[in-house]
């Protein structure tokens, strides 16, 4: 499979996927970058590092601004991912990647537990 055909998978797959599958995509990015920024500090890739600190960021400020504010749980989650997004921060500031993994058990957290309510989504579990 060449490059080309891969892009058009994974643009295919974005304008396809339901609101839900966005919201996975977007934490298994954030889980991707933050890895790529531990591998990029423990090389001292300090732009690399960065860089991808910032593409975790970004999707962690989305996913906060997409909170919907008629679910009581929303201040929760709000208070997690504003602790994520600081640890982050440091985590870029200091170049450390045990605060990168801190910032990531709590993404997966997030992720897992999405996951967990799309299932119980689809066999009508409550």
């Known amino acids: 499979m060449n490059q080309n055909s891969i892009n058009a998978y994974?643009?295919?797959?974005?304008?396809?996927?339901?609101?839900?599958?966005?919201?996975?995509?977007?934490?298994?990015?954030?889980?991707?970058?933050c890895n790529i920024a531990i591998m990029a500090m423990e090389?001292?890739?300090?732009?690399?590092?960065h860089n991808n600190i910032r593409k975790a960021?970004?999707?962690?400020?989305?996913?906060?601004?997409?909170l919907d504010r008629k679910y009581p749980v929303w201040e929760d989650f709000d208070r997690v991912y504003d602790y994520i997004y600081r640890r982050l921060t440091e985590a870029n500031m200091q170049k450390d990647p045990e605060i990168v993994e801190d910032a990531l058990k709590y993404i997966r957290e997030m992720r897992d537990t999405w996951k967990e309510v799309m299932r119980l989504n689809r066999t009508g579990e409550q």
């Open 10 to 33: 994974q643009r295919n797959a974005i304008l396809t996927a339901s609101p839900a599958e966005l919201t996975l995509m977007l934490y298994d990015g954030a889980i991707r970058f």
């Open 43 to 49: 090389k001292n890739e300090v732009e690399d590092a």
């Open 57 to 66: 960021e970004n999707i962690i400020t989305e996913l906060r601004a997409t």
